[in-house]
């Protein structure tokens, strides 16, 4: 079955960097779209940044610039790099296949 297990959370001050990392497993990774999702505390789990399978990127207006949304089909594994964090990222972070399926999540916290 589906899989997705994220790592790589943790927290930080404003203005540092974290890299998330999720393993995939269960199905074809290299021909799926993947993307990374998050949710903070009394509001709806939006879409951050996603990636086709021919690594077409796109990406939230309000992380355009700090946020880097990679793929290693070799690795099975997606990545999302998050510079110039902001209080506003603090969420619980989920990597998403086709936007159906979720891992568990991996926290950030930013802090000002």
């Known amino acids: 079955q589906v899989q997705l297990v994220e790592s790589g959370g943790g927290s930080v001050q404003a203005g540092g960097s974290l890299r998330l990392s999720c393993a995939a497993s269960?199905?074809?990774?290299?021909?799926?779209?993947m993307a990374w999702a998050r949710q903070a505390p009394g509001k709806d789990r939006e879409g951050v940044a996603g990636?086709?399978?021919?690594?077409?990127?796109t990406y939230a207006d309000s992380v355009k610039g700090r946020f880097t949304i990679s793929r290693d089909n070799a690795k099975n594994t997606l990545y999302l790099q998050m510079n110039s964090l902001k209080p506003d990222d603090t969420a619980m972070y989920y990597c998403?296949?086709?936007?159906?399926?979720y891992g568990q999540g991996t926290q950030v916290t930013v802090s000002s």
């Open positions: 269960g199905y074809t990774f290299s021909t799926a779209y």
């Open positions: 998403s296949y086709y936007y159906k399926y």
């Open positions: 990636i086709s399978d021919d690594g077409i990127t």
